[in-house]
Every structure is written in structure tokens, then in C-alpha cells.
């Protein structure tokens, strides 16, 4: 008796943990209908070895994700991502089990409890002061921190995890960071250089400059780069600033589509309150209103926002942007009164950035090269299959031409003989 009261306590706590989790309101209000979808793909036999349809996929993601199986979706998704990339990057990490890592020790301990307190402090379940919340926060990032040696731990990682705390338990929640790390591409703007992180400012200006030359011009005019206000919204992906309903979406997007969501959505929403922008006149009260007002004008702004996004298409600007970023870096290298060995660091620090460049065009091009060898085998077993029905078909009309042949003798017979005639061979199907 004890122990089945025991069991409906933890349920009790399981359900109450839940319900403080996913205590946020909803961006894309998910219609009983698209639930029904969604819970018939969730419910799938064998559902991890089937590749479903991207199309489908797409559009139920659009028409919304029911907050209490959001967790359940997203590891869908990544599920999905691995059958449709069979070929792991290089870059994986040890496949370490994750109650080993807890077992270890951090140098980043220091860092990580310093911002417990600081990652999303309104937040009934994170609120508590080492309470549940902030104690399984702790070991995700501590985890992370053993993992990603490079990486270890940086300002902004808490909020990720904090959001995938939210939607699923404590060990999902790391296998879906290392997910989004690894196989999603956000790792790289966490690296200690920032490197990567600069790049991403100097790509975001180029889109600005592209789409909303008006707003790209005041914002030069006012001295106010990109790294100002966007540089939270890319290491904490939005999740420090914009309401829980809004980042949950913006996650939906990005297991959907990868990391260059976060580039869609900076620039749908400085382009969407570009009047409101255009506006204020110096550098405090517009680095003001992108950080404080822009975040909290509501939720039909926000469904907007998300519905520009899956319909833009940027990737091929952002390539060329950042091979444009390394160029100018090397230019700005050769025209300035640099010392030879300041010149030589920088050369190599750009050299060593073109060449994890070129390893990750690589590793995308032997990635492309396994799809098109597996493409190639599955049509040379289609040819196969194809010759094999044709030389089956093609048998088939001999036996029965050679049946057509014996009745017509047999008929011819039957005649001679003055008998009853044979009942003739029945009309072939159509189609056949």
C-alpha cells in the first residue's frame, strides 16, 4: 500500500512539475486537428526508421505544435534529421553517457552557478533557489561543460538548455543540447574566439542591407552595429528577452530547418517594427526599444514574425556573406600598419578560420557524395527490379501465346470432329 502511495506522489509530482514547466502562453494556438497529425506521426510504429514526409512535416510545424507534446516533437524531428542525414559530422562528440559525466568534476562550476539564478528568474520552476529547476539546469550544463572541452561553458548556453528543461526530463533535454550543438550548428558561435560570432553580426548587417536599406541606413547613421543588440538573441536564441511562447516556436523552426532560423527571425522582426524604429532619433533610445520594447509588442506581431520566417530563403546569402567577411578581414590585413608578427597572428587566426570553413564544406561534400553513392545503389536496384518485371512480362506473353496457339488448334479440332467448341480463352484485364 505504501509503496502504491508512493507511486501516486511521484505521479502527482510528475504532473505538477509539468504543468509549472509549460506554465506559458501559446504563439500559434494548435488547432484539435493538427494535434490529431501530430499524434498520429508521434504514434507511428517503428517511427524512428521511417523517413516521413518533409512536405507534411513542414506544414504541420507551420500550423502549429501542441505545447504538452512539443518535447516529444522535437526529438521527432531530430529523429527525422538523422534518417535524412545517415552520415554524422566529424565534429560528434564522445558518446559519454550522461550519468558518467555527472559522476565528474567541472572547472566551470563557478561560471554555471553564477547564472542559474539569472536564466529565466520568473519562471515558477526555476525561480527556487537550487530548487528542482535549477538543480537539473546545473547538471546539463555541468554535463556539457565534461562533453565540449572547446566549448565548455558560455554565458547564454543556460537559457538553450533551459528552454529543452522545459518541454522534456533531464537526460533528453542534454541529448537534445548535444543535437542542437552538434547537428544543428549552434555550437560554433559558442567557441571561446567568437569568431564565428562576429561573422554572424557581419552576415545579419549584409541581410539589413539587403532587405530594409532604410533601416540599415539610420542604424549606420546612429553608429548602432548588429553586435549592440542581437548578440543575446543569437547566444541565448531570443530565450532572454522574448516571451516563453515565442522562443518555443522559434525552436520548433530550428529543429525543423537548422540554425539559420535565428538569422530569419532577426530580420523579420527589425523589419517588421521598422516604422516604430525609424522613429527614435539616437543611439540610446533605439538600442532601447530593440532590446525592451521590440520583445513585448504582442502576440499577433510574434505570429506574423514566425509566419515570415518559413517562407524566407537566405542561405545562399549568408555563405556568401561570410566568405565576403573573410575577404574584407584580409584586406584590412594588408592595409594596415601592422608589426610582422601582429600580421603573421592575424593571417593565421584568419587561416585557421578559412580551414574549419573548407573542413566543414568538406565534411558537407562527403556527406553529399554518400547520399548520391546511396541514391545511385537504390536506382541501379530500381533498373534491376525494372529489367527482372520485363523479362517476367515478357515470358508471361509467350506462355500466353503459346496458350492462344494450342486453343486455336484445339478449336480447329473440335471442328474437324463436328464436336462442341472449347469455351475461349477469357478477355485479358485492361492494363495488363
Not at 82 to 111: C, V
Not at 212 to 223: A, G, S, T, V
Request: negative net charge; proline residues 5%; hydrophobic residues 40%.
Amino acid at each position: 500500500m505504501e509503496k502504491e502511495n508512493q507511486k501516486l506522489q511521484a505521479s502527482e509530482n510528475d504532473l505538477l512539475n509539468k504543468r509549472l514547466k509549460l506554465d506559458y502562453e501559446e504563439i500559434t494556438p494548435c488547432l484539435k486537428e493538427v494535434t490529431t497529425v501530430w499524434e498520429k506521426m508521434l504514434t507511428t510504429p517503428g517511427r524512428s526508421k521511417i523517413k516521413f514526409d518533409m512536405e507534411k512535416m513542414h506544414s504541420a510545424v507551420g500550423q502549429g505544435v501542441p505545447r504538452h507534446h512539443r518535447g516529444e516533437i522535437w526529438k521527432f524531428l531530430a529523429e527525422q534529421y538523422h534518417l535524412k542525414h545517415p552520415f554524422p559530422s566529424k565534429q560528434q562528440p564522445k558518446d559519454t553517457p550522461y550519468k558518467e559525466l555527472l559522476k565528474q568534476l567541472t572547472s566551470h562550476q563557478h561560471a554555471i552557478l553564477i547564472d542559474l539564478g539569472r536564466t529565466f528568474p520568473t519562471h515558477p520552476y526555476f525561480s527556487a533557489q537550487l530548487g528542482a529547476g535549477q538543480l537539473s539546469l546545473y547538471n546539463i550544463l555541468k554535463a556539457y561543460s565534461l562533453l565540449d572541452q572547446e566549448v565548455g561553458y558560455c554565458q547564454g548556453l543556460s537559457f538553450v538548455a533551459g528552454i529543452l528543461l522545459l518541454h522534456m526530463g533531464e537526460e533528453e533535454a542534454f541529448n537534445m543540447l548535444k543535437f542542437l550543438m552538434f547537428d544543428m550548428g549552434l555550437r560554433k558561435q559558442y567557441r571561446p574566439d567568437m569568431i564565428i560570432l562576429q561573422i554572424q553580426m557581419y552576415q545579419l548587417s549584409r541581410l539589413l542591407h539587403d532587405y530594409h536599406r532604410d533601416l540599415y541606413n539610420h542604424l549606420e547613421e546612429h553608429e548602432i552595429g548588429p553586435s549592440l543588440y542581437a548578440a543575446p538573441w543569437f547566444l541565448t536564441v531570443f530565450a532572454s528577452q522574448f516571451p516563453l511562447g515565442f522562443v518555443a516556436r522559434v525552436f520548433d523552426m530550428i529543429f525543423l530547418q537548422g540554425s539559420e532560423v535565428i538569422f530569419k527571425v532577426a530580420l523579420s522582426l527589425l523589419g517588421s517594427h521598422k516604422p516604430l524604429i525609424l522613429q527614435h532619433e539616437n543611439l540610446e533610445t533605439i538600442v532601447d526599444f530593440i532590446k525592451s520594447t521590440l520583445p513585448n509588442l504582442g502576440l499577433v506581431q510574434m505570429e506574423k514574425t514566425i509566419s515570415q520566417v518559413f517562407v524566407m530563403d537566405i542561405s545562399k546569402q549568408l555563405q556568401a556573406y561570410e566568405v565576403e567577411y573573410h575577404v574584407l578581414q584580409e584586406e584590412l590585413i594588408d592595409s594596415s600598419p601592422l608589426s610582422d608578427n601582429q600580421r603573421m597572428d592575424r593571417l593565421e587566426k584568419t587561416n585557421s578560420s578559412l580551414r574549419k570553413q573548407n573542413l566543414d564544406l568538406l565534411e558537407q561534400l562527403q556527406v553529399a557524395n554518400g547520399r548520391i553513392q546511396s541514391l545511385e545503389a537504390t536506382v541501379e536496384k530500381l533498373l534491376t527490379s525494372e529489367s527482372k518485371l520485363k523479362q517476367a512480362t515478357l515470358a508471361l506473353e509467350l506462355e500466353r501465346s503459346a496458350l492462344l496457339r494450342t486453343v486455336e488448334r484445339l478449336q480447329g479440332q473440335t471442328a474437324e470432329l463436328g464436336g462442341p467448341e472449347p469455351d475461349p480463352v477469357p478477355p485479358e484485364p485492361a492494363g495488363h
